[in-house]
């Protein structure tokens, strides 16, 4: 399978913070950036596999400042990592002031999606090539975050075994 560029997967989309999106203090719900971010994700990892894809995990959203009533948002999403079927997705949302021109990190992701073959299973991916500082950065750092992913999934694994879930009639 031949490798494919950080920047093929490279998915950018721009909205607009609108009334309906925001919450009592006038900032976009928490949810609302959620859905744009697994969105974006989602088309950056179809993007390299060309294929149909699953989230496997978000490790975390992690709300650096607020985007505000009227201001854009911009979320920005490529592979930064593979595995056999699986893609390591970074998102990056910038918030800007319409008015003045003012950008503002606003949130960092990582999420995991894996490529799903025409029954629905897990099917290869093509590796990544990092090409920038930012996308070598990170390529460089995947494998502690993949084993930080393997732990934290283990960790959740024997919780779960000790609730005890009864079944619906």
């Known amino acids: 399978m031949n490798p494919k560029t950080a920047s093929e997967s490279r998915t950018v989309q721009a909205s607009l913070v609108l009334p309906s999106d925001t919450n009592n203090h006038g900032t976009i719900f928490g949810g609302a950036m959620m859905a744009y971010i697994d969105e974006v994700a989602a088309i950056a990892a179809m993007r390299h596999c060309r294929g ?4 496997a995990s978000i490790d975390s959203i992690d709300f650096l400042s607020p985007a505000k009533k009227n201001h854009s948002v911009c979320i920005e999403a490529y592979v930064t990592s593979t595995g056999t079927s699986s893609m390591e997705i ?5 918030s ?3 008015m003045t021109g003012a950008r503002t990190l606003t949130a960092t992701s990582f999420l995991t999606f894996v490529a799903l073959d025409e029954n629905g299973k897990p099917k290869p991916v093509p590796p990544v ?3 920038s500082e930012e996308e070598k ?4 750092t ?3 975050r ?3 992913r393997k ?6 694994e024997a919780f779960t075994r000790q609730l005890k879930i009864e079944k619906e009639i």
């Open 137 to 140: 950065l990170l390529a460089q």
């Open 90 to 94: 970074f998102v990056k949302v910038v």
């Open 142 to 144: 995947a494998a502690e």
């Open 146 to 148: 993949k084993a930080m």
């Open 96 to 98: 800007e002031d319409l």
């Open 151 to 156: 732990e934290r999934k283990a960790s959740t």
């Open 129 to 131: 090539i990092p090409e």
């Open 52 to 55: 149909p894809v699953v989230t």
